[in-house]
């Protein structure tokens, strides 16, 4: 009975929503980028064509596990894979037949329809960083997270004109229960940010909880017919997929969310040392995740996902940002292109212990990957460092000002008339300049990508200034962004509906920490 009223409540309220929403404060957001640029392509029609078979082969002859779900082994036993205890082998073209039914081209929902994004075909939508359990800042250096510190990763998301989505846990709350986190962190996305968002993806029942909560903010029947989640599913490479990650696809692909099937590979550890060797790998737990997610509910919406990189064979530690890592981010996109699935990877990836030079190499690297490689979803796009185990708010800022950069090279490079500029060549001739030509006056404020963070400032005044480094400056930007930022208009019915829901939730358990 109560949460039959706290859907009826939910409806109303558009009186005093329109209301909050002509008194609230318009934030610039960019729209997601479409490129019109090729793709980089460095796999031969040969070199395809081996991966695929040789991925067939793994299916069909070694085959993957589905451990801990008796009900994954019946759907795959019917569909005609052969099951020997929690090994499924799947014949050649089967996983690639089912596959098929999976949408190109997603949309997905945000409560502002004006920051709706859409993933697939030649789109790049960016979302930032997911799942580091500390937090570094100027003020506070490196500490365990805590849901103030995600609470304002979420408003900064928010105010950053180039990232489109709000991602999903931009650092892990330690303070809050692990099983009541989801709750907090949901309903965070919900309040403060109109972008779209993610779901819970630690256990099947938080997934249900997203997907209920997702009932109230955008109605129920919106939801089954619409995606308005994305959620990342890992697989455990190599070739296992467990019931816990599996147990969440299963929700909501059963609701018509999507999922984000990635293998989590770090390179010699959990996968070949070889790029054709990895890339091997990579499509076939992919074709057996997506495949997976297609038994549950034909036409579901998935992306495929490669989250690959190399290791220091002297630590034995992840590293980012290497040539090989791109390597197989370009072959990751040509093999999912061919599949015709939305593709995730890329970031702002990087191993450095602070937002240091290291941190900016391998992050230009790996963003910059992700633009010519034709990634659909690019996760942890800003804020990554130490490997992923830190959300770092500088960092953050610095990531989310060089994604303007990616929108203006998707661009392309116009050939219009004003672009061709003869006009303006005819002005200045031989040995004038075009400063106060008609065609700059024109074209000025457009011509160029301006960075709102980095110092184009002559060395005399930067030193006046107090001889800011790049840090200093993040740090600064951080501040005034959380200054100025105004929470987004929402239904007061919707939002006392999300909190009733949470705290309902929350009262119905008792605090878990592990």
Not at 214 to 240: K, R, W
Not at 415 to 436: K, M, R, S, T
């Given at each position: ?292 997610s297609q038994l549950v509910r034909p036409g579901a919406p998935v992306i495929a996902g490669a989250f690959v990189t190399s290791i220091d064979m002297n630590s034995g530690a992840p590293t980012f940002g290497t040539p090989e890592a791109s390597q197989i981010l370009y072959g990751a996109g040509q093999l999912f292109r061919r599949l015709g699935l939305p593709f995730r990877s890329g970031g702002g990836l990087c191993g450095s212990k602070l937002p240091d030079a290291q941190a900016a190499y391998e992050t230009a690297h ?149």
């Amino acid at each position: 009975m109560a949460e039959a009223g706290t859907r009826r409540r939910a409806r109303g309220g558009g009186g005093a929503a329109r209301r909050a929403e002509r008194t609230s404060v318009k934030i610039e957001a960019a729209r997601y980028i479409e490129r019109n640029i090729p793709n980089f392509e460095i796999l031969t029609s040969e070199a395809i064509e081996i991966i695929e078979a040789n991925a067939e082969a793994v299916l069909e002859e070694v085959g993957v596990n589905f451990v801990s779900n008796p009900a994954a082994l019946a759907r795959w036993k019917e569909a005609g894979a052969s099951v020997d205890g929690e090994r499924v082998r799947i014949p050649r073209g089967l996983a690639r037949k089912l596959c098929a039914t999976a949408p190109a081209r997603i949309t997905q929902h945000a409560r502002n329809p004006e920051r709706n994004v859409e993933i697939g075909g030649k789109t790049l939508v960016c979302a930032p960083v997911y799942g580091p359990p500390f937090v570094r800042d100027t003020e506070g250096g490196r500490r365990y997270a805590t849901m103030a510190d995600f609470e304002k990763f979420v408003k900064l998301g928010y105010m950053s004109k180039w990232l489109h989505h709000s991602g999903g846990t931009v650092c892990e709350p330690t303070d809050v229960p692990v099983n009541k986190r989801h709750l907090d962190m949901l309903r965070a996305h919900m309040i403060y940010s109109d972008k779209p968002f993610m779901g819970s993806v630690t256990e099947p029942s938080r997934a249900q909880d997203s997907v209920d909560m997702c009932g109230l903010l955008f109605g129920e029947q919106f939801v089954q017919d619409n995606t308005v989640m994305t959620s990342l599913i890992n697989i455990n490479s190599p070739m296992t997929f467990d019931d816990v990650m599996m147990g969440a696809l299963e929700v909501y692909a059963a609701n018509n969310q999507a999922c984000i099937v990635s293998p989590f590979i770090v390179g010699g550890a959990m996968a070949p040392v070889s790029v054709a060797g990895t890339l091997t790998q990579v499509l076939a737990e992919v074709l057996a995740g997506v495949a997976y997610s297609q038994l549950v509910r034909p036409g579901a919406p998935v992306i495929a996902g490669a989250f690959v990189t190399s290791i220091d064979m002297n630590s034995g530690a992840p590293t980012f940002g290497t040539p090989e890592a791109s390597q197989i981010l370009y072959g990751a996109g040509q093999l999912f292109r061919r599949l015709g699935l939305p593709f995730r990877s890329g970031g702002g990836l990087c191993g450095s212990k602070l937002p240091d030079a290291q941190a900016a190499y391998e992050t230009a690297h790996t963003h910059n990957a992700a633009l010519m490689g034709g990634v659909n979803f690019m996760l942890h796009a800003c804020g990554w460092l130490e490997g992923g185990l830190v959300s770092s708010f500088e960092k953050f800022v610095m990531d989310a000002d060089q994604l303007g950069v990616l929108h203006k090279l998707a661009e392309g490079v116009a050939a219009d008339a004003n672009a061709q500029a003869l006009d303006a060549i005819h002005e200045v001739g031989p040995g004038g300049h075009y400063l106060g030509c008609a065609h700059t006056q024109a074209n000025f404020k457009e011509a160029f990508w301006r960075s709102n963070l980095l110092d184009y400032k002559p060395f005399e005044t930067w030193a006046d200034e107090g001889a800011r480094d790049t840090n200093q400056l993040a740090s600064e930007r951080v501040a005034t962004l959380l200054s100025q930022y105004q929470q987004p208009a929402i239904d007061p019915a919707k939002r006392e509906a999300i909190d009733a829901f949470v705290a309902r939730r929350k009262e119905e358990m008792p605090d878990a920490f592990v």
